[in-house]
């Protein structure tokens, strides 16, 4: 009896390191399967969490460059990216991001961590990378100026529009491309009065469409900028929107293009050109910014179109989620990025 209970919790046991054998072969597969997945799909992502499992070489803490290169050429890439860390410091007053850096002087090593043809690229605001053709401090820094804005404003903040979050860079790393000297009364190299893209989705299109869209970005957040305190004013709009903050109507309202306001009020795109041209007309202003300006003077600004969750409501009307993916990159930039290069 005793024999035979012993051999049926002998069994028992064998039965159950089987069980347990099993479970542990499939969760492996199951995680070894979505690491390989991730390291396929999303190439950049992978390599920005394991830099040196793609060859890199890690030169100092948090900065990994492409291994066989001479000490010089080290050298000089390192100086690269500190002194695109110093411009993102003296903008800010220091920093709060210290994202990892990868950087490649060959094409090969950047398509090899997930690169396209991009001259740098934030990753899931934690990392940025380098392409040959972005080893240089304005590029450096406007991947950088991504992720320091993002970690300041942390998750608990809605949604930035992505032209300012673009013209910011520009602004941070001093891009002559798009933006004058400081010293020039105005910086705006292009301007315009259009509503700029508000999402990442729109950002690409118009981007890939526009050459000038950067520079548009740019000329609006440095107008921005000289008409409300500098630096200052970008810290205390971080400080405003991580505390929950709505965005100001000054900036909400002068990303909401013709479409957008079409799509929200569920009427043509057609009437909505002739409402704006009439109010435009009857208030004797030129443009819609003016438009915004006037209701801010005027006590006319509503106040941000927010549902109970406190967060605000896409034109869909649907509520974004917190923490949507997104990626920041220097042109040109590929459609192709959009999925991989993801940050919260
Ligand atoms: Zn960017």
Redesign the pocket.
Known sequence: MVRNIDMGSGAMSRRRRTWWRWLTAIVTGLVVTAVAGVAVAFPSVAATTCPGCYGMKQVRPGLYLEPGLPAARERQVTEVVDAAGRRVADFYGGRRSSPDILACLTDTCYQKIGGGRERGI?VLNRAVMLSPNGIDPVIAA??MS?VELHARLGSGAGPMPQWF??GL?VVVSGDPRYLKPETAGNRCRVSTQEALPRTLDDWLRTAKADRDTYAKAACRVSRWLQANGGSRAVLELIEHLAGGGELPTSLAAASRSNTEIAAALTIEEGTVKTHVARILSKLGLRTRVHAVIYAYEHGLAPRGNRARTGRPVRSDGKIPARRRTRF???EPCSSRDGGPHVTA
Do not use: F
């Open positions: 934030a406007h991947e991504h979050d673009e860079a920041s990159c220097t």
